[in-house]
């Protein structure tokens, strides 16, 4: 089988009440792809979980954009993986750059998130990318498969895994990485996921690209071999994001 086209909306630090309802309420009524052929899930802040996802059209799933790495407990601040289960939240965004470099989340710490995640039936968004720096020093797939191999090490079923390939770069700047950046380093990856992990899991596997993506450059982008969606963040809060979710059909 085929793997079904993902578009996750990160909504990040966003939204009042009202602003929140505007974004529920576009979603509702927007002309999107089934099901079938495409999987959506959007990502408000932890405090709107409960209203957005009471409210959402059932197609579209909700994801937290973070949670504790082990059991809750005297975690000040933090929401566990088990009271996303209990609340029916079924994704969870893990590693995303702002929290690797704004939190000092390493590598390893995110992936015995994504592992404790996993284990209490979570599903994962795990982002992966290089910042600039990086990328013009040609270290980017050493930097992404550090990142991978650091979740590889803990886990060992895939099946409820999608990589987020988000670089640094691209993210939140207006400067979306060309079609054949992102084909080049989702082959990479999946080269990568095929030696190290195993080729069932790097066909399987989906692995989506984040940055600056927006209702005009994701045709392009979805027509790559290896890009099999899109984690979005400023353009999920606008109406594109429809034309986003149905950039594969
Ligand atoms: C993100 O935050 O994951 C992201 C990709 O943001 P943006 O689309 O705004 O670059």
Same mark, same amino acid.
């Given at each position: ?83 996303? %289960?209990?609340?029916? %939240? ?160």
């Amino acid at each position: 089988m085929g793997r079904k086209f993902f578009v996750g909306g990160n909504w990040k630090c966003n939204g009042t009440v009202e602003q929140v309802e505007s974004i529920v309420n576009t979603l509702n009524a927007g002309q999107i792809a089934s099901t079938d052929v495409v999987e959506v899930v959007v990502s408000p802040p932890y405090v709107f979980l409960p209203t957005v996802k009471g409210k959402l059209r059932p197609e579209i799933q909700v994801a937290a954009q973070n949670c504790w790495v082990k059991k809750g407990g005297a975690f000040t601040g933090e929401v566990s993986a088990e009271m996303l %289960v209990n609340l029916g %939240v079924p994704w969870v965004i893990l590693g995303h750059s702002e929290r690797r470099s704004l939190m000092g989340e390493s590598s390893e710490f995110v992936g015995e998130k994504v592992a404790y995640a996993l284990a209490q039936g979570l599903k994962v968004i795990a982002c992966v990318g290089e910042t600039l720096e990086q990328r013009e020093a040609g270290s980017t797939m050493a930097v992404v498969a550090e990142q991978t191999k650091a979740i590889a090490d803990k886990i060992k079923d895939w099946t409820n895994v999608v990589v987020a390939y988000e670089p640094v770069w691209a993210i939140g700047t207006g400067k979306v990485a060309t079609p054949a950046q992102a084909q080049e380093v989702h082959a990479n990856l999946r080269d990568w996921l095929k030696t190290n992990v195993s080729p069932e899991v790097a066909e399987s596997t989906r692995i989506i690209y984040g940055g600056s993506v927006t209702g005009a450059s994701c045709k392009e982008l979805a027509g790559q071999p290896d890009v099999d969606g899109f984690l979005v963040g400023g353009a999920s809060l606008k109406p594109e994001f429809i034309d986003i979710i149905n950039a594969a059909t």
